[in-house]
């Protein structure tokens, strides 16, 4: 459906930007401009991302990965450290303030945010054939352990809710990458919860179908393919210093 303004009220985006920098400014772009629905899946080099109030350096090796050249990035929202790259894709959920359709609409609640943006996957997942559930708040689950973690920011325009989702990873790379250093910090910032990952075994293409196809039973409309409109994409450029600055991404996100 097409709103007054001429473009889709309800849509579909893959990928959008290339490099987990410029990834990660979409994100912060879309989530400025959405004022409908929006359903984003996108995929990442090799990389490290950590929750807005983490220190990079307890939450990963940083040796390791500047020596693989893994870059270690800083996201807006909140929760622990996930591994991006290859086996693994990442599914955002854009809802605008005014939106409300089915069982999809804005929420201010985080723990209920969660698991409406959680039904979406499990049902993505049931047409795979892969039985998955939400363990609360943020982290679903198969038979074979942690599938997809979640993370949200709320704000009076519009909510994003995102998180990964494990097709066919190398789960011990994804672990080396995540495995939070065990020392004691400052309460103040966010510690990883290392838990048993598995792979779903879904394909890609198999993945994105199901997801449309889950989200406009959940919405109860249809939602068109669409890209990065020009103003998110112009946001997204102004935005792509601060994400490439090793000062937000590695230092002390409270200070500064």
């Not at 939450?59 to 996201?75: D, F, K, S």
């Amino acid at each position: 459906m097409v709103g007054e303004s001429g473009v889709p009220e309800l849509r579909l985006v893959v990928d959008g930007a290339e490099g987990v920098y410029a990834s990660l400014a979409l994100e912060e772009a879309m989530l400025k401009e959405n004022r409908s629905l929006t359903l984003r899946l996108w995929t990442n080099e090799k990389s490290v991302v950590i929750g807005r109030a983490q220190l990079a350096r307890y939450e990963t090796n940083l040796e390791y990965c500047e020596a693989a050249g893994i870059p270690v990035v800083r996201r807006i929202t909140a929760g622990g450290a996930v591994y991006h790259g290859p086996g693994n894709v990442n599914w955002s959920l854009f809802v605008g303030r005014g939106f409300s359709s089915g069982s999809v609409r804005y929420i201010w609640g985080v723990n209920e945010l969660f698991a409406m943006a959680a039904a979406v996957v499990i049902a993505a997942s049931a047409k795979c054939g892969v039985r998955t559930w939400l363990d609360e708040p943020n982290r679903i689950l198969s038979d074979g352990g942690k599938v997809s973690g979640m993370a949200a920011y709320v704000s009076r325009d519009g909510v994003l809710c995102h998180g990964t989702f494990l097709l066919d990873a190398d789960l011990e790379e994804a672990k080396k990458l995540t495995e939070p250093a065990r020392v004691s910090i400052a309460r103040r910032y966010t510690r990883s919860r290392p838990m048993g990952m598995a792979n779903t075994g879904i394909g890609l293409a198999s993945f994105i179908a199901a997801m449309k196809d889950a989200a406009a039973e959940k919405t109860g409309r249809e939602l068109e393919i669409d890209r990065p409109r020009e103003e998110e994409v112009r946001v997204m450029k102004s935005l792509l210093n601060k994400y490439q600055d090793p000062a937000w991404s590695l230092g002390d996100p409270f200070e500064g």
